[in-house]
């Protein structure tokens, strides 16, 4: 079995298919309209939660079996519908249009694998068994949303800011790193966990205040 190489995909405003419209293909489908994807769905009947997203216009739909003719165009593909043969279809007609196409459930015929995700704000962590797993990959999720907490979010949007202010009056690249290590190992998350803002502002204050003299 490949090894596979990690990597986030930028899918804004890309033409994405789902084939199946049973229970996985909407959960494909959302999370797939989550990273602001055209979706087009493919499937002679869907599931009501589904058939909401084509009532409001959020996705389009092929009421039809699948067909190769339907990906023109198409960014990436899902085949999560529950007959194999259509599946193995689906992967056969995507590598030729070299497009990249995940098949539910089937690791052999991925090009790429959709991982178990912990989302907090601009912090991504994605967990992977290589498809051997999904229920340990789901376990680890779980133990990871209990370690990374909402102030995670908070601290990289502080982080986001502080890195602007620096860049512009701090010229030293090194001496920038510095401070920024000084900063994520501070006591900053700690405080945002505890609600304690003030006190997070002053410790910025000092560590903006002395970033000139910070020494490497």
């Known amino acids: 079995m490949a090894e596979y190489y990690p990597v986030y995909l930028n899918i804004e405003n890309e033409r994405c298919y789902v084939i199946g419209g049973g229970e996985v293909a ?5 999370s797939l309209l989550q990273r602001g994807a055209r979706v087009i769905i493919i499937s002679p009947d869907l599931t009501d939660g589904l058939s909401n997203l084509v009532a409001e216009q959020k996705i389009a739909h092929i009421k039809d079996s699948f ?3 339907y990906l023109e165009e198409a960014r990436l593909v899902i085949g999560a519908t529950n007959d194999s043969k259509v599946n193995t279809e689906i ?3 995507a590598q ?6 995940n098949i539910v459930d089937s690791p052999a015929f991925c090009d790429f694998i959709v991982p178990s995700v912990v989302e907090r704000g601009d912090l991504m962590i994605a967990i992977s068994t290589s498809g051997k797993s999904p229920a340990l990959a789901k376990k680890i999720r779980k133990e990871m949303e209990e370690r990374y907490g909402k102030e995670y979010a908070e601290f990289l949007s502080i ?6 202010k620096l860049l512009l009056t701090v010229k030293d690249q090194k001496k920038r790193e510095k401070i920024f290590d000084n900063l994520v190992n501070s006591d900053i998350m700690s405080l ?3 609600g304690k ?3 997070i502002d002053s410790l910025l204050n000092e560590f903006l205040k002395n970033s000139d003299n910070q020494e490497i």
Do not use: D, F, G, T
């Not at 982080?159 to 602007?164: I, L």
């Open 26 to 30: 909407e959960r494909k489908v959302k």
């Open 91 to 93: 992967y056969h007609a």
């Open 197 to 199: 803002k003030e006190k």
């Open 96 to 101: 030729k249009k070299n497009i990249l196409v």
């Open 192 to 194: 945002l966990k505890e």
């Open 67 to 69: 067909q190769e003719k």
């Open 159 to 164: 982080m986001s800011e502080v890195r602007e």
